[in-house]
């Protein structure tokens, strides 16, 4: 797997989301799987059944902790509260990384609980690259952050997408969590070529990725979560192998959930994508990688 | 455009309630064409025009926290019928909005709400306000802290100036409607969901929220508290009420006992042994905890009026 330091050099290999109407199943049927991903923020609390549930799933399983509000790029400081509690939650899981994503979602007080877009500024990039330099300095895990889809762009912006994702990881020093779902959903709502997006991000950096199923309507497709992963994004998806070597995946569906064996046999599609990459020459980059920070 | 103005616009814009068919509405807040709003700062594309594409963030922002306020409330659902429940939380949300990171302190003043605005508790005021303290006070047990609890052996030591800690997780309750039941009922049916990353939400279906059958008023004292990370509803006596409450109010235990049976009928032995089985009982129950409750921050998370 592709071990990095921005994944802890962790080769998590393939999970799935952590969700409500699973639990009943994993807890009776114990099945086999590399990794959980979980919502941080439902776990964030001071007590009850939702810690409960994840110190019973820690006892067995990996957790990976996904965030939906740290909002890198808000233009004004970031909560501290919630930063203290995600500090906490981490000691808790000893998640290896930590990921965010790279958007915007409250402004004086207010929470609109969206993951809003960003405009591609280099007033923005320095924004959210001090914000996540902050978060990771406080949090002491590596921090990555994750591209979202998107309905709108603004006048504003002075770059592409991948171009304003790669300028802020680059002054943040983080990874990438990177999601082709979103990639898709994004090109076909602004017309750009998802390919040319996967093929500039900084394979180095790719610390996790997303996969998932959207929506398509009339004029736009909606990021709905609620179905398969579709072709297009299984070959964005192979396209990310090939270029950042087997790396840690996560099969996000959460809407119209089906069942665990579901979801799961879903996720196991990507093993063959993975697999077709897990060849020396990748393990041997890794270790290379590793050997040269340990000098 | 800074960022920050850009951000204060785009959530003004997509903060702003909706039409009742879930349009974006055509004007602003201060009276805008909500076209010229939007296409100040959003490129239109081949399909949709700058209003379309903030439309979309305005449909998705109110279809979320709609979704997530009901369901915490779905017996005031039943209690106001679905059309003015639907009303009410618009109203209330376009008053109140999300102030913290996390969907769960949503409804944290939607009691105190309900209270100044009894235009929204429809025909039978005090029911909907008992039925929303209750759904409210189900939230703060579900997750609110546990403290290392005092043990009956604990009890062996306390004197007239102890004074007790309740655990944050036990609500205290005076209802006029004896509701419990069928909230009970309302939120056995009630499908449990959890915040998810990133993916959008369409507008909820209409789900079968049947009214609730008539209800006499009729006073209950109601605990709602967490054990073995469930929340349970106890009914007590208004002796142990008063006490409870006493207590929670930070009066030592002499004086919490003087305020509860200050009017009781109970004679001093049936006092006594009344006395002697609720700590047993409550201490069993883990309610009081050895932190000091003023330890403990709760700043991301008030508890609100119930």
């Given amino acids: 797997m592709a071990a990095n330091r921005f994944n802890g050099y962790t080769d998590l290999g393939i999970g799935i989301g952590l969700r409500i109407p699973h639990y009943r199943h994993i807890f009776a049927e114990k099945p086999v799987v590399d990794w959980f991903e979980i919502i941080s923020e439902n776990y964030m609390v001071d007590g009850g059944r939702p810690l409960q549930v994840l110190d019973q799933i820690l006892e067995r399983y990996k957790v990976v902790q996904h965030g939906v509000a740290m909002y890198f790029g808000s233009a004004q400081p970031l909560n501290r509260d919630h930063l203290r509690r995600l500090k906490l939650l981490a000691r808790r899981t000893k998640t290896p990384w930590l990921s965010d994503h790279l958007c915007w979602g409250s402004v004086d007080g207010r ?4 993951l809003l877009p960003m405009p591609y500024t280099r007033e ?17 895990i590596p921090v990555v952050v994750e591209n979202v889809s998107s309905y709108a762009e603004f006048h504003e912006s002075e770059m592409t997408e991948w171009e304003f994702l790669n300028e802020v990881v680059e002054a943040a020093d983080c990874g990438i969590l990177l999601d082709v779902n979103n990639i898709y959903v994004s ?4 017309g750009f070529d998802p390919l040319e997006y996967v093929n500039s991000v900084p394979a180095e950096r790719v610390a996790q990725i997303h996969i998932a199923g959207h929506s398509k309507f009339e004029k736009y497709i909606l990021d709905t979560h609620d179905h398969p992963v579709l072709e297009p994004v299984w070959s964005l998806y192979a396209r990310a192998i090939e270029r950042c070597g087997p790396t840690a995946t996560l099969l996000e569906w959460d809407d119209n959930i089906p069942t665990f064996e579901e979801v799961h046999a879903e996720a196991m599609k990507a093993a063959k994508f993975l697999n077709a990459h897990s060849s020396p020459s990748f393990a041997e980059a890794g270790t290379n990688e590793l050997q040269e920070i340990n000098r | 455009m800074s960022l920050l103005e850009l951000q204060r616009r785009m959530s003004d814009s997509i903060m702003q309630p909706l039409t009742k068919d879930y349009r974006m509405r055509s004007r602003s807040v201060r009276g805008q064409p909500m076209s010229a709003v939007a296409a100040d700062f959003i490129r239109p594309n081949s399909r949709l025009t700058s209003f379309e594409r903030l439309e979309i963030y305005n449909q998705q922002y109110w279809y979320r926290i709609v979704s997530a306020l009901s369901e915490d409330f779905p017996g005031l659902s039943r209690v106001l019928g679905e059309k003015k429940f639907d009303a009410m939380i618009l109203a209330y949300l376009a008053e109140n909005p999300s102030t ?3 969907l769960r302190n949503l409804g944290s003043n939607l009691v105190a709400w309900l209270r100044k605005n009894p235009k929204w508790t429809g025909a039978t005021p005090d029911l909907a306000i008992d039925v929303a303290r209750l759904e409210w006070a189900y939230v ?9 609890a005092i043990t009956t052996e604990d009890l062996a030591d306390i004197g007239d100036d102890t004074i007790f800690t309740l655990q944050p997780h036990v609500r205290l309750l005076d209802l006029d409607y004896p509701v419990d039941d069928l909230v009970l009922a309302v939120h056995r049916d009630q499908p449990v969901s959890d915040v998810v990353s990133n993916a959008v939400s369409g507008k909820q279906a209409p789900r079968s929220r049947k009214r609730f059958p008539g209800l006499q008023p009729s006073p209950i004292f109601l605990v709602v508290h967490r054990f073995d990370f469930s929340v349970y509803y106890k009914r007590v ?3 142990a009420f008063q006490l409870l409450q006493a207590i929670e109010a930070r009066k030592s ?4 006992l003087e305020m509860a049976f200050a009017e009781s009928l109970a004679t001093p032995t049936e006092q006594a042994n009344l006395i002697q089985n609720w700590f047993l009982n409550w201490s069993e129950l883990g309610w009081f905890c050895k932190t000091e409750l003023d330890k403990h921050s709760m700043d991301a998370h008030p508890h609100g009026e119930i």
Wanted: proline share 2%.
């Fill in chain 1, 111 to 114: 929470y609109t609980h969206d």
């Fill in chain 1, 124 to 140: 923005a990039v320095a924004t959210t690259a001090a914000n996540i330099r902050q978060v990771q300095d406080f949090v002491e």
């Fill in chain 1, 187 to 190: 090109s076909q709502n602004h």
């Fill in chain 2, 100 to 102: 913290t990171f996390t």
């Fill in chain 2, 140 to 148: 703060e047990a579900f997750d609110n802290a546990e403290y290392p």
């Fill in chain 2, 237 to 239: 006596r208004s002796e």
């Fill in chain 2, 253 to 256: 235990l002499g004086e919490a």
